[in-house]
């Protein structure tokens, strides 16, 4: 899932970089993104990505867009997860959270 940095920097961007290249992994972009990162230049799906060392690699992961704010409550956040759970079990989910106080609630739900 996409950072509100939009995939320019961070453990995000780290990430992507690890697993664009594998057709078993995914990209949710979450919200909107700005022109010029990199989280708007995939949703175009392009057959390369530039890394952050300049270097480029293959996007084979698949990239789905999913309209979220940032500013949500506890309803719009909870149907926005039950829209999200897959058919199938899921061995990884991460998500960039910015305070621990909110991760810790979302993790209690997200287990309910």
């Known amino acids: 899932m996409a950072s509100p940095g939009m995939l320019q ?4 961007r780290e990430l992507f970089e690890n697993w664009c ?3 078993r992994n995914g990209v949710i972009i979450a919200g909107y993104c700005v022109e010029g990162t990199l989280a708007k230049q995939i949703l175009s799906l392009p057959t390369e990505v530039p890394t952050m060392s300049g ?3 293959p996007l084979m992961c698949s990239v ?3 309209s979220f704010s940032a500013h949500t409550d506890y309803q719009q956040t909870s149907a926005f997860i039950r829209e999200l759970r897959p058919s199938h079990v ?3 989910i991460i998500v960039a959270i910015t305070t621990y106080c909110w991760l810790c ?7 309910d």
């Open 90 to 92: 899921v061995s990884n």
């Open 9 to 12: 920097s961070g453990m995000s």
């Open 105 to 111: 609630f979302l993790k209690s739900f997200v287990i």
């Open 55 to 57: 270097q480029t690699l």
């Open 21 to 23: 290249t594998d057709r």
């Open 64 to 66: 789905d867009y999913i």
